[in-house]
């Protein structure tokens, strides 16, 4: 299991927009979106391995609730976490 987790600011930016759009649609539904990508990081941090690895070196993982994907790369023991749309 890797520990180590990192958010590039892209990425970050992208949750926020999405947690913000969310919160607007519904009050709450914001932070339901943010739990999820929380279990979808957990999930990568747990089992890294698990998604099949594309063409481009990255791994994506879907988020369950909502139609987003987490996409990141395993490099020197570092889950690093690119994209979240």
Same mark, same amino acid.
């Given at each position: 299991m890797m520990?180590?987790?990192t958010i590039l600011s892209e990425a970050e930016t992208e949750l926020w927009e999405a947690v913000a759009y969310y919160?607007?649609?519904a009050p709450g539904l914001g932070l339901d979106f943010e739990e999820e990508v929380q279990r979808a990081v957990q999930?990568?941090?747990q089992s890294p391995q +698990? =998604?099949? $690895?594309? %063409? %481009?070196? !990255?791994?994506? +993982? $879907? !988020?369950?609730? *909502?139609p *987003? &994907?987490? &996409?990141y790369t395993? $490099?020197? %023991?570092?889950? =690093?976490?690119s994209?979240?749309?």
């Open positions: 520990n180590s987790v919160e607007q649609k999930a990568i941090r +698990q =998604w099949p $690895l594309r %063409d %481009d070196g !990255t791994r994506r +993982q $879907l !988020t369950q609730r *909502f *987003f &994907v987490v &996409v395993c $490099l020197n %023991d570092r889950i =690093w976490i994209y979240i749309s």
